[in-house]
């Protein structure tokens, strides 16, 4: 099955730095997610990503946030001035179509620690 | 706005036992629901959805359960297996919303005897 690819898995910061978290998304796939989980919490949507433009994105997604799809293939994440309370698991997400109940494939996650 | 919680956050069974885990939501307007799985230091894989219009729906040694009336959503796993050890979470999103955009439960963490 096609997966959703995610660098690095782990990533070590220190408060005020820049970070980007990259994803691969699935090839034929069009629209594109980010979702963070903080240890033991929920899963929180932070934003999507459709035609090059965000389509939503949460409280949470702060002007610290930015998405970018530099070329036909990756889809970056940037915290330009990280936080504490930033650490966390970062999920990158993609599916093919729009519809709600088409499926959304998950990456592995990229464990952000900000110190 | 909506809000997902899960009835228990741990759950062991005995394999070959059959498994329930359990889901509540707020919004009675919700009206896709997804079932993942997530093993440790992977991301959530999807495993069965169900869409309001529906009580049931079964796929491969699971069912999902859905009362709308009471607003919860159960997961049964048929003949647990220790490859089902992992935490499981229910999602919610409205089908006329944004292209579908998950809330999602806090987890329970199934555990399996050999």
């Known amino acids: 099955e096609p997966e959703v690819t995610q660098t690095p898995s782990h990533q070590v910061t220190q408060m005020g730095q820049e970070v980007i978290l990259r994803c691969v998304p699935i090839?034929?796939?069009?629209?594109f997610y980010w979702y963070r989980q903080i240890l033991g919490q929920k899963v929180e949507f932070l934003v999507s990503f459709y035609n090059n433009e965000i389509s939503e994105k949460s409280e949470i997604f702060d002007d610290q946030f930015s998405v970018e799809r530099p070329d036909g293939s990756n889809f970056t994440l940037k915290i330009r001035s990280t936080k504490l309370e930033d650490s966390a698991m970062y999920f990158c997400?993609?599916?093919?179509?729009?519809?709600?109940?088409?499926?959304?494939?998950f990456g592995s996650g990229t464990q952000l620690s900000v110190l | 706005g909506e809000s997902v919680g899960l009835h228990l956050p741990t759950l062991s069974v005995q394999e070959g036992d059959n498994s329930i885990i359990n889901c509540a939501y707020s919004n009675s307007a919700s009206d896709y629901f997804i079932w993942y799985k997530q093993e440790s230091g992977k991301g959530p894989q999807f495993i069965i959805d169900?869409?309001?219009?529906?009580d049931k729906r079964q796929g491969q040694r699971v069912t999902v359960l859905l009362n709308k009336t009471v607003k919860h959503l159960s997961l049964q796993i048929a003949a647990t297996q220790p490859g089902d050890s992992a935490v499981y979470f229910c999602?919610?999103?409205?089908?006329?919303?944004?292209?579908?955009?998950?809330?999602f439960g806090k987890g329970t963490k199934l555990s399996v005897k050999p």
């Open positions: 090839s034929n796939h069009l629209y």
């Open positions: 997400a993609s599916k093919r179509d729009g519809a709600t109940n088409e499926k959304l494939f």
């Open positions: 999602a919610v999103t409205d089908y006329g919303g944004s292209q579908g955009n998950l809330i």
């Open positions: 169900i869409r309001s219009n529906m």
